[in-house]
């Protein structure tokens, strides 16, 4: 008999073929979704609308990464939901099956490699890199140790024109009070490795454009996060005189995604010198902001863009006395509800709904430079879906994006394991995505979220 080791139990896994090694699942409960290369047997199952990934990983390891996506979850971090493992698995014959992992398939998620199909920008390819420093600083802030930082164990969602990492496999990971310089300096040479790795395989596969180099991809990571983590964590020291430096820490700060939970302020015995270094920093200021106003969930940059659009609105109706929390339940009401119920039921599986009203947002500022008037939301969301969203690939799970994932002409051998190699395909699906043309018109340097001379920039007039 398997034993279930879940906090939330799903009874429907309990008649599954637990009896049977993970490889021969018969297809009918399997789902080909797109995913990266593993070393364990990895398959997606459907159990009624939810879809799993499960994973055959030997006993001692399926339990340790359980607890550990449990604690990170916990610990507010962006990983995979872990939840079950089933061990104590046997054969007819009676010969013991590896125990498997269950995690919640995380919608709208997008392994890298079919971020890379169809021959990549720099610049996506630059926003994907910052969206793992980002996550990588974020699990060191809370003392996490990955130890097997790559991007096959890293899942992307759109967020606005960013993209935002998810930690999908805690295998290797430990969780410590707080890591020190020499542990962060291990991940970091972790991550060069594998992803030096990565880069020279999808440039064998001609996935990467000939202007990226796999040594200044790896190079570029480093950097960034140094820059990010000094940000984050580093000693500021200034004269009495500059007290506003204080403000504007927290306000850079904050314009990376972060809320500044304790800051030490020091003074020297004159008073004159000012020391401030933040001691405890908490991703996600703008996705709680929004959450808080709304009670919408999305990630971080998709929140400033609402939240901005929130802004322009109490601007444009002349509420500005009014109580902000009493605006954002209009602007819901008025503005973005009305906008995602356009977008009909067979294309929701397009794009979250998040994404779509920043995209929406996007296409509306273009339509009126375009047309020299201001296009009302509702008209700007109608010809969104009908020029461009109805062509995007689903990026959810639903019955059209199963079924196939091909790659650059080129379809699985096995469309449930990717791991098994590709061969020539017959026809190849034309993906446009307009996200993708647009950024060529974007000026990489103003956009990027981690300079940070482009960030105080932002911040200044505020000041
Ligand atoms: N919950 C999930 N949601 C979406 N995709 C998932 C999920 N779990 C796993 N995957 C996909 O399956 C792939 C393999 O999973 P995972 O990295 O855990 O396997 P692994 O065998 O431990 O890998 P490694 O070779 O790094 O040890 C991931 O890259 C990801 O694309
Ligand atoms: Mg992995």
Not at 323 to 349: F, M, S
Not at 410 to 424: A, H, L, Q, R
Request: hydrophobic share 40%.
């Amino acid at each position: 008999m398997p034993r279930f080791l879940s906090s939330q139990p799903d009874s429907r896994l309990i008649p599954l073929p637990w009896s049977t090694p993970l490889e021969e699942w018969p297809t009918d409960l399997l789902v080909a979704l797109p995913r990266g290369i593993s070393r364990h047997v990895v398959r997606f199952i459907r159990v009624g609308d939810e879809v799993y990934a499960a994973k055959e990983v030997i006993e001692h390891l399926a339990v340790h990464e359980y607890r550990l996506l449990h604690d990170l979850r916990r610990l507010g971090a962006h990983s995979v939901e872990p939840v079950a493992v089933v061990s104590g698995r046997l054969t007819r014959d009676g010969t013991q099956l590896d125990p498997i992992l269950i995690t919640r398939h995380l919608s709208f998620s997008l392994p890298y490699r079919s971020l890379f199909h169809s021959g990549v920008r720099q610049d996506t390819v630059m926003r994907l890199l910052d969206a793992l420093v980002v996550l990588l600083a974020q699990l060191h802030l809370l003392g996490f140790l990955w130890g097997d930082v790559s991007l096959s164990n890293v899942l992307f969602r759109r967020d606005a024109d960013s993209f935002a990492a998810w930690l999908v496999d805690a295998e290797t990971g430990e969780l410590h009070d707080k890591l020190t310089d020499g542990q962060r300096l291990h991940d970091l040479t972790i991550a060069r490795t594998n992803l030096f790795g990565e880069f020279l395989d999808l440039e064998a596969g001609g996935l990467l454009d000939s202007s990226l180099d796999p040594l200044t991809l790896v190079d570029t990571i480093e950097a960034r996060y140094n820059e990010l983590w000094s940000e984050l964590t580093g000693v500021e020291e200034f004269s009495g005189g500059e007290i506003h430096r204080i403000e504007g820490r927290v306000r850079r700060l904050n314009a990376l995604g972060f809320d500044v939970a304790e800051l030490e302020v020091s003074t020297d015995t004159s008073g004159e010198q000012i020391r401030i270094q933040p001691k405890v920093v908490d991703p996600g200021h703008h996705s709680r902001r929004l959450l808080r106003l709304t009670g919408l969930d999305a990630e971080e940059n998709q929140a400033r863009r609402m939240l901005n659009d929130l802004d322009t609105y109490r601007a444009r109706n002349n509420l500005g006395w009014v109580d902000e929390a009493v605006v954002a339940h209009q602007w819901l009401t008025e503005c973005y509800e009305p906008t995602v119920r356009r977008i009909p039921d067979e294309l929701r599986g397009k794009r979250d709904n998040a994404q779509f009203f920043h995209e929406v947002l996007d296409h509306r500022w273009y339509q009126s430079q375009a047309f020299n008037r201001e296009v009302p939301l509702w008209e700007a969301a109608d010809s969104y879906i009908r020029d461009f969203l109805t062509a995007l690939p689903d990026e959810a799970v639903t019955q059209a994006s199963m079924v196939q994932v091909t790659q650059q002409g080129m379809t699985p051998v096995n469309p449930y394991d990717p791991s098994k190699g590709y061969v020539e395909a017959t026809d190849e699906i034309p993906i446009f995505d307009p996200w993708e043309q647009d950024a060529e018109e974007i000026d990489v340097a103003a956009a990027s979220v981690l300079d940070i001379n482009s960030l105080r920039a932002k911040a200044r007039p505020q000041e």
